[in-house]
């Protein structure tokens, strides 16, 4: 009979065993054919490294790349201990707050669906939404998207609730709309 056996693959020795982790990120992401996917992860408004630990969500559900606001956060010691080297894997670009409506409107002109989660009158149920191929989720923590940039939003989706608390933490918000772009 087969056994089961549990791994920790970030901690085996990966450098020996895959010749990708040698080369440098976008090639190492080139080689694994990921730069030409979809889903664009913006947490360009996100600071706390704990939230920050989405890119670990990103990396494992084939996000196309990860925009942070300053590549400094992946030398942060509760960064790297929530990604387990998933920057090594996924691309992170530097985006800061003040150049996210430039950037935005680039990728719209890419043909990018701006997707933001919030709960705003026309918002559309997570149950039911369906993601464009080419979708950037435009992330952050505490009051929300700031109006400058709700405008530029394609859609708003919300996550359904039960509960009286109407906010979930971002990283978790973050992590239920990448599984279910990625399904």
Known sequence: AEVQKKITPWKLDI?????ELQLIPHQRAARMGKTHGALLVVASLIDKPTNLGLCRTCEIF????LVLDSLRHVNDKQFQALSVTSERWLPLLEVKPLELTDFLQLKKSDGYCIVGVEQTANSHSLESYHFPKKTLLLLNEREGIPANLLQMLDVCVEIPQQGVIRSLNVHVSAALLIWEYTR
């Not at 450098?15 to 010749?19: A, G, V």
């Open 15 to 19: 450098q020996e065993q895959e010749p």
């Open 62 to 65: 084939g996000a196309s790349a």
